[in-house]
């Protein structure tokens, strides 16, 4: 990774790190879906609620390090990236990252304060189909930037 950046610049580095970021997220997320949210389900009585509650306490912890890279590296590209990220792929960036934020904060976060209040069948199946919006985000944003490797490899 350092003898691509160092050969194609210091926006090649910037194209990486929001690689990371992205994948990381997109790690983080998938794990939510696939593992997390639907185990909370199989708790017993007022174990899904302390679970949720110790859930939303870390979730932003371990989300917003790979999100604000990703957020930051995204209007970076559009601002100065190299010729390799068209201005289109860093603004379809910065437009997922804008709707899997209004949906993790708007519709999501209100999901998981509710579980951690009281379980809800309807509450948790919104959620997972929420969190299925975002993960299939996140994902497509993964793949713009697989992509972007790709060309800068090029």
Avoid: C
């Avoid at 559009?78 to 990220?85: D, M, N, Q, S, Y």
């Avoid at 509450?123 to 997972?128: I, K, N, P, R, T």
Wanted: hydrophobic share 55%.
């Amino acid at each position: 990774m350092t003898q691509l950046a160092a050969t194609r610049g210091p926006g090649a580095g910037l194209v990486l790190l929001q690689t990371l970021a992205v994948l990381y997220t997109t790690g983080f997320v998938w794990t939510l879906q696939l593992m997390d949210y639907p185990m909370v389900a199989r708790m017993r009585d007022g174990a899904s609620e302390s679970y949720m509650a110790a859930h939303n306490n870390m979730f932003w912890k371990v989300l917003a390090p790979g999100l604000l890279v990703a957020g930051v590296t995204s209007v970076l590209l559009a601002l100065v990236g190299p010729p390799t990220v068209p201005l289109w792929a860093a603004l379809v960036m910065i437009g997922l990252l804008i709707t899997i934020m209004v949906l993790s904060g708007a519709v999501a976060t209100p999901d998981r304060d509710s579980l951690a209040a009281h379980f809800s069948t309807p509450v948790h199946a919104h959620l997972l189909r929420v969190s299925w919006v975002r993960t299939t985000l996140f994902t497509v944003w993964s793949g713009l930037d697989a992509w972007l490797i790709w060309r800068l490899m090029r």
